[in-house]
Every structure is written in C-alpha cells, then in structure tokens.
C-alpha cells in the first residue's frame, strides 16, 4: 500500500485508531459529501453499513483487491487506522484532508475488547496488553500524539477530533467536518436544519436499528460490536478504580510535555 497507492487531490482520508468512533465518523463524512446526490429517503446508509460505504484502504491491499479502490467515483472517502508514520508520502504530501478521531483510552479498550477479544480473554488480560501496547495497530498513545502532533505542524491538512467532544456538540462537530473538508453548508441549508439531519441519519441508535446493521457483520466481526452502546464513560463498568488509576497514569506519562489531553 506504501509503494503503490496513489490518493486523488479530491479525495477524503478518515484516520482512527480502532475503536475510536469510527463507524460514526465514516458515516458523517460519506453523508456530508454526499447529502445533495442522495436523499435521505433512500440514502445509501439505509441499506449498506457505513465500512461499506468508506472502504478502509489497507483492508483491500490485504486482500489484494486494491483495483476497487480504483472503481470508486470521486471524490472518495476513504479510511485508515495505520499509524501517520506508516502512510506514504503520496498521502501525506498530497492535498486531500485528513481528519483524525480519538477517544478516551479507558473506553477504547472496553470496546476493542468487547469486538474482539470477549470470546478469547478475560478482560483484566486484554487491559494489561492494552497497556503493554499490544494492540491492532501498536500503542494506542503512539497512535494518537503521531496525528496531534502532525496536526499543529500541519493544520491545514491534518483535522484532529475528539469523540467526547463530537458527542458533547455534534452540530458544531460536524460543521467543523464539513468546512475543513471543503463542504461547506449553505446558509439556507443550515436554516432548514440539514445540519439536524445529518447528525440525526447518522446517530448511533438509528444506524443501530437498521436492518442492515442487525443482521450483518464485516470480515470476521459481527456487525452489533460496531454498534455496541456509543457512550463516555462506559469503562466504569468494567474497570476497578486501581485499573483506571493505572491507565490514567499511562496515559499522563505518554502525553508529557505534549499539550494533548482528553
């Protein structure tokens, strides 16, 4: 994927680590760029689940089916969870935008485990590798400070979001999206509420309703671990307060002198 792939100027790169609100980002952004070809009547996300509708690009040089990305229509929205490091300079030197989301890592690690892991580990395991860094896609730290970092070196390539805060406002969150995107909304299309129903089509518990999200999976992973419950904070479940200490630690540690916090 470094050697060959070859982005389009107008293409839309969507960047997380696993777990991070992705599923929700990839709708936004396909439905923002999309919203005057489709109605949302009949809207794509009605029938496909969103990891359809923004292909992950290193999935399919894995399978060595690259040649679709290629059958796409532009512009694409395409998606990743490597590394900023790990993305070739065609990407990084190239003017299509990149937006990045993070999340809290206590509740990154409920939901990864929660996907992948519930079936093969306890969760006090699957915590301690999480904190070791043993994770899809290395250090979930690591991950985060690269696109930060990359962010105030390049502001104007690289849009760096927090879930908790796409959660808190998700109308100024997503107008930020569409503005740093180059889609704009129109006065008018702000006065009828299309901002609304944007957040509305993609909101969790109506992608969650979908038949097609109900009753399908992606890959090896079912479909309800995409959509499990959408909230902050849930780790206080699954954590002792000695774990969530111990986490917090980690993370101050790996954020020092950085500037970012959660």
Known sequence: MQEVFKPRPNDIMVASFIKSGTTWLKALTFTIVHRKKYSFSCHPLLKLNSHDCVPHIEFYYGLQDEQYLETLPSPRVLATHV?????????????????????????????????????????TRAFELFCEGRAPYGPAWDHVLEYYSSSLHNPEKILFLKYEEMMNDPIDGVMRLANFIGFPFSEEEKKTGLVEEIVELCSFNKLKDLDVNKNNGVGNVKIDYYFRKAIVGDWQTHMTAEMA????????????DSGFTY
């Open 245 to 256: 200490t111990k986490l917090d630690m980690i993370t101050e540690e790996k954020f020092h």
């Open 83 to 123: 590394q900023y490091s790990m993305l070739s300079e065609s990407v990084t030197a190239s003017r299509c935008p990149i937006v990045y989301i993070c999340r809290e890592p206590k509740d990154v690690i409920v939901s990864l485990w929660h996907m992948i892991g519930r079936s093969e580990m306890p969760f």
